[in-house]
């Protein structure tokens, strides 16, 4: 059975970073593709980010600049260093595993497994 279990939320103000990791267990991690998303109140869940096992990477808008995403095989982890957090970054942060394909990365309905969320929050 994989697990996906985020950690690294937290509070921080405007301008402030932080860095979520998110650890798999259960299966061979080195093969699957992992991605990013986030949820604020009130609004649907978008993408954020995602990594292949190539290292290929893919960034919403957004953050593109400003996150980056990265992977640790040897420790079945997943990063994602978020710098210049705004306010509007505040959401409950999920990580993702093995999207049907590279191609339907951005889609969240595609991924087979998912994290319990860690919550973000950027003040201003």
């Known amino acids: 059975q994989v697990q996906l279990v985020e950690s690294g939320g937290g509070l921080v103000q405007t301008g402030g970073s932080l860095r979520l990791s998110c650890a798999l267990s259960g299966r061979s991690f080195s093969s699957y593709a992992m991605g990013w998303f986030r949820q604020a109140p009130g609004k649907e869940r978008e993408f954020v980010a995602a990594i292949r096992w190539s290292y290929d990477t893919d960034y919403a808008d957004s953050v593109k600049g400003r996150f980056t995403v990265s992977r640790d095989n040897a420790k079945n982890t997943v990063y994602l260093q978020m710098n210049s957090l705004k306010p509007e970054d505040t959401a409950v942060y999920y990580c993702?595993?093995?999207?049907?394909?590279?191609?339907?990365?951005?889609?969240?309905?595609?991924?087979?497994?998912w994290g319990q969320g860690t919550q973000v929050t950027v003040s201003s």
């Open positions: 993702a595993a093995n999207p049907t394909a590279w191609g339907r990365r951005r889609l969240d309905i595609e991924y087979d497994y």
